[in-house]
């Protein structure tokens, strides 16, 4: 089983369909098929999956940002072929083309189902905490003092709609996710990144 990328257009559209159904993806999620038709045209490179009698078994969908980070945008493996290692291949092989067009930092939101996932792939992981509501860094800022003091607030942004900040995080702290989520219009979500 080869790792590959669409050829043309229409390939393109049958794995962000699979994807689309396994990740159970929204018409208004910001990375819909418009998107990925115009990343295509940039990096198809990026854009990899994985079929065997011509059925697609698995995905990943990448995106390379402006600075040294390439973002995992989605990643997906059928049902019935979760746990044989085609996750891994997908992931291995991204790492590998992220290296040759020197984007040395691999960058993605995890599904909760996968943080384990990442974690075996030494993948380090930060806790973002969103929100909502205007002029809320301040509160965030002192949750993550008051919860973890090990821990390290690495990126923060806010404007009139929401606030938010990432901590960095020694390992998947639940407890702490946990105790975030008790915050009043929250959204959390581990993050992992990983230097190549
Ligand atoms: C997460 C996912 C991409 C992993 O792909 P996969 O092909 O199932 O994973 P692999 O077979 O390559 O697994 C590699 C290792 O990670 C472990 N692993 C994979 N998924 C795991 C999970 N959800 N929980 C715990 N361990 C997991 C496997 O046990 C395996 O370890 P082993 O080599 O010691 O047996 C896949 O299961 C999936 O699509 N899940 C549903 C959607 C999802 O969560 N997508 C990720 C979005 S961020």
Known sequence: MDVKSPQNLTELTNVFRFVEKELNIKPDHVR????YKKQFKVTPQFLIYIEKNREILGALLAIP??????????LAVSKKTQ??????????????????YDKNNILLGSLETAEKFYIKHNYK??????LKGPNK???????????SQ???I???????????????TPNVDKILQY??????????????????
């Open 32 to 35: 819909n098929l418009a998107y």
């Open 65 to 74: 940002q402006k600075n040294d980070n390439l973002l995992v945008g989605e």
């Open 83 to 100: 746990g044989k290692g085609i996750g891994s291949m997908l992931l291995n092989e991204i790492e590998k083309r992220a290296k040759k």
């Open 125 to 130: 992981p930060m806790l973002f905490i969103q």
């Open 137 to 147: 860094l301040n509160e965030l800022k002192s949750f993550a003092i008051e919860n």
């Open 150 to 152: 090990e821990n390290r």
């Open 154 to 168: 690495t990126w923060e942004s806010t404007d009139s709609e929401f606030s938010k900040i990432v901590i960095d």
């Open 179 to 196: 105790k975030a989520n008790r915050l009043s219009g929250v959204h959390t979500q581990y993050l992992f990144s990983k230097k190549l």
